[in-house]
């Protein structure tokens, strides 16, 4: 099994930045990829970005694509959300989320909110 625990959240302005943190511990050398999703209210979840555990490849969604950056720290078992220039619509529960493969999604974190006011 492997744990995850988000922290970084928080009320921030428009244009504003915060960075999220996600720690990760038990079986962690089990990971393969390691993402962000997000849920505002009365939506459904969606992904923000992801990255290979062992570092490397990246992706994001359009939506954030040139504002947030995801990176890993393996040494310290975290993997970081960067999110810069931010705007109203990207308040929401931020979920940090661990796969053993490419196809599943299977640990997930208990969430962080985000709140961006305008």
């Known amino acids: 099994q492997v744990q995850l625990v988000e922290s970084g959240g928080g009320l921030v302005q428009a244009g504003g930045s915060l960075r999220l943190s996600c720690a990760a511990s038990?079986?962690?050398?089990?990971?393969?990829?390691v993402g962000w999703f997000r849920q505002a209210p009365g939506k459904e979840r969606e992904f923000v970005a992801r990255i290979g555990w062992s570092g490397g490849s990246t992706y994001y969604a359009d939506s954030v694509k040139d504002r947030f950056t995801i990176s890993a720290d393996n040494a310290k078992n975290t993997v970081y959300l960067l999110m810069n220039s931010l705007k109203p619509e990207d308040t929401a529960v931020y979920y940090c989320a661990g796969g053993n493969s490419l196809m599943s999604w299977g640990y997930w974190g208990q969430g962080t909110q985000v709140t961006v006011s305008s």
């Open positions: 038990g079986r962690t050398f089990s990971l393969y990829r």
